[in-house]
């Protein structure tokens, strides 16, 4: 994901500005061939292969989801997925436009927004460093309050140091606490339904990175002012800490079955 939007960054601020917008939607568009290269290398899980599990029926699937012992933690992970990938897309995919919207030209905007990316890839790789020192619970809840207060310091900012800082600071600990959720969330189900569990919860996700995108255009063609809607996120990062709190168990060190 943070290497994603770097090369994106990069496509943005090297190749719009000389050749085009298409030629920049064929590059990103040619990511996508890999698939069908990667898909040959993943394998099932011997230890799913092994316990003799067929392959589960979505709906039956769900219900035991949301059914104990699986209530809390699809609760908890459900939640917690929205919100990250609501603020997520909401806030890094209008990052160019909101630096255009704040005085920035197109060009300065697309490399100041390379700058601010570039800090999620130490966010990342720090995170997978700390879960198994810290936890999982600790560390996604850490990196969630960092991305909360990161996300309200670059609403309110109004200089360009100001700026950089916040966004640095906010793809830092943002893709950290998506890291630490992709290790979290396989582990909060047995091998039965673990696949369906963590991959649901994705899925989920993926609405929320629907609405945050569509919400803050909205919001800014209604002249809600930046401020008010990077608060907007740090509330959904906020009910996201909550929901690891109460709802989530640490994981690190447990057996998995």
Same mark, same amino acid.
């Given at each position: 994901?943070?290497?994603?939007?770097?090369?994106?960054?990069?496509?943005?601020?090297?190749?719009?500005?000389?050749?085009?917008?298409?030629?920049?939607?064929?590059?990103?568009?040619?990511?996508?061939?890999?698939?069908?290269?990667?898909?040959?290398?993943?394998?099932?899980?011997?230890?799913?292969?092994?316990?003799?599990?067929?392959?589960?029926?979505?709906?039956?699937?769900?219900?035991?989801?949301?059914?104990?012992?699986?209530?809390?933690?699809?609760?908890?992970?459900?939640?917690?997925?929205?919100?990250?990938?609501?603020?997520?897309?909401?806030?890094?995919?209008?990052?160019?436009?909101?630096?255009?919207?704040?005085?920035?030209?197109?060009?300065?905007?697309?490399?100041?927004?390379?700058?601010?990316?570039?800090?999620?890839?130490?966010?990342?790789?720090?995170?997978?460093?700390?879960?198994?020192?810290?936890?999982?619970?600790?560390?996604?809840? $850490?990196?969630?309050?960092? $991305?909360?207060?990161?996300?309200?310091?670059?609403?309110?900012?109004?200089?360009?140091?100001?700026?950089?800082?916040?966004?640095?600071?906010?793809?830092?600990?943002?893709?950290?606490?998506?890291?630490?959720?992709?290790?979290?969330?396989?582990?909060?189900?047995?091998?039965?339904?673990?696949?369906?569990?963590?991959?649901?919860?994705?899925?989920?996700?993926?609405?929320?990175?629907?609405?945050?995108?569509?919400?803050?255009?909205?919001?800014?063609?209604?002249?809600?002012?930046?401020?008010?809607?990077?608060?907007?996120? $740090?509330?959904?990062?906020?009910?996201?800490?909550?929901?690891?709190?109460?709802?989530?168990?640490?994981?690190?060190?447990?057996?998995?079955?």
């Amino acid at each position: 994901m943070g290497g994603g939007l770097v090369g994106r960054g990069l496509i943005s601020y090297f190749v719009i500005p000389n050749w085009g917008w298409r030629v920049a939607m064929v590059l990103t568009g040619l990511t996508a061939v890999y698939a069908f290269y990667f898909r040959r290398g993943i394998k099932e899980s011997p230890v799913y292969l092994a316990a003799g599990h067929r392959k589960p029926r979505f709906w039956a699937t769900l219900v035991q989801l949301w059914r104990p012992p699986y209530l809390r933690a699809t609760a908890m992970l459900w939640i917690v997925w929205f919100m990250v990938v609501f603020s997520y897309y909401g806030m890094f995919l209008w990052l160019p436009s909101v630096m255009q919207l704040k005085g920035f030209s197109m060009i300065s905007s697309f490399g100041y927004v390379l700058v601010m990316t570039i800090a999620q890839l130490p966010g990342y790789f720090t995170a997978a460093w700390l879960i198994e020192k810290w936890g999982r619970k600790r560390v996604l809840a $850490t990196f969630l309050l960092g $991305t909360a207060a990161a996300a309200l310091g670059f609403g309110m900012a109004t200089s360009l140091a100001w700026l950089l800082v916040m966004g640095m600071l906010l793809s830092f600990f943002n893709l950290g606490a998506w890291g630490a959720l992709y290790a979290y969330s396989p582990e909060q189900y047995p091998g039965s339904v673990r696949s369906s569990g963590s991959g649901l919860a994705a899925g989920v996700g993926r609405i929320g990175g629907i609405v945050g995108p569509l919400l803050v255009g909205s919001l800014i063609a209604s002249g809600v002012s930046f401020a008010s809607i990077f608060a907007i996120f $740090t509330a959904a990062i906020v009910i996201a800490v909550l929901a690891v709190m109460v709802l989530g168990r640490e994981t690190m060190g447990q057996q998995l079955n």
